[in-house]
């Protein structure tokens, strides 16, 4: 009996967790993204000042809840320096969250860089991957096309892995507080995988 209330109780309420990890050069706007979605769906969290946020130094967590899955987001340091670190947190990794400043053409090189380490690293094969062309609010930004464009030669390197890449502005929310899309993409493709990904 115990063992049958445990297993309903368990089937009830236990959530299933996943840890995504968020990654992207240093101002790209992760944490900006990490508040956003806590302030969406975290139901008693109380978000602070967007355009007060910093960009990260160290590392930020942040968890959600929805339906029966925990979503644990990991929002690392995108400095030079602490790139270095990424690579200890992918064996805990079941996704990637990589920002993209849609505004820095002058660092799009290293941040392709950056992207091209990350997904050619072994413990990562298969980890679906979300990738956001941030900042899309400013209106001299790159679109999506020309980022698509510019990490094109990645394309081949990303392999079978569920991949989307999205427009958002973490700040404003347009094409991201709007839409719950990514999301549902992103639980869909944690709990399966089989969709590919054309860059
Ligand atoms: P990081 O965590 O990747 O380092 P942050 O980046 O989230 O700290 O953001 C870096 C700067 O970019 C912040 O501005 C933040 O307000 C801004 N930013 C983040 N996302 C967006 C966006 O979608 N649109 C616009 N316009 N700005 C954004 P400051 O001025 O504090 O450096």
Redesign the pocket.
């Known amino acids: 009996m115990y063992t049958l209330l445990s297993g309903l109780w368990k089937y009830m309420f236990q959530k299933d967790e996943y840890c995504v990890l968020i990654l992207?050069?240093?101002?790209?706007?992760?944490?900006?993204?990490l508040?956003q979605t806590k302030t969406k769906f975290s139901r008693n969290y109380k978000g602070m000042n967007?355009?007060?946020?910093?960009?990260?130094v160290g590392l930020?967590i942040g968890t959600i809840d929805v339906g029966s899955a925990r979503l644990m987001f990991w929002?690392l340091?995108?400095q030079e320096e602490l790139q270095s670190l990424w690579d200890k947190y992918y064996a805990e990794s079941h996704g990637v969250i990589y920002?993209i400043?849609s505004?820095d053409e002058e660092r799009l090189s290293e941040s392709k860089i950056a992207f091209e380490k990350m997904i050619t690293s072994e413990v990562l094969e298969g980890v679906p991957l979300l990738v956001l062309a941030?900042?899309?609010?400013?209106e001299t930004c790159l679109s999506v096309g020309d980022i698509k464009t510019a990490f094109s030669d990645c394309a081949p390197k990303i392999g079978k892995r569920d991949c989307l890449v999205q427009p958002?502005?973490?700040?404003?929310g347009n094409g991201f507080r709007l839409s719950t899309e990514w999301l549902e993409w992103l639980l869909t493709v944690l709990g399966s995988n089989g969709i590919s990904c054309v860059m």
């Open positions: 992207g050069l240093d101002n790209a706007g992760k944490t900006t993204f508040e967007l355009s007060k946020i910093t960009t990260t930020n929002d340091g995108g920002v400043d505004t941030n900042k899309q609010d400013i958002c502005s973490a700040l404003t």
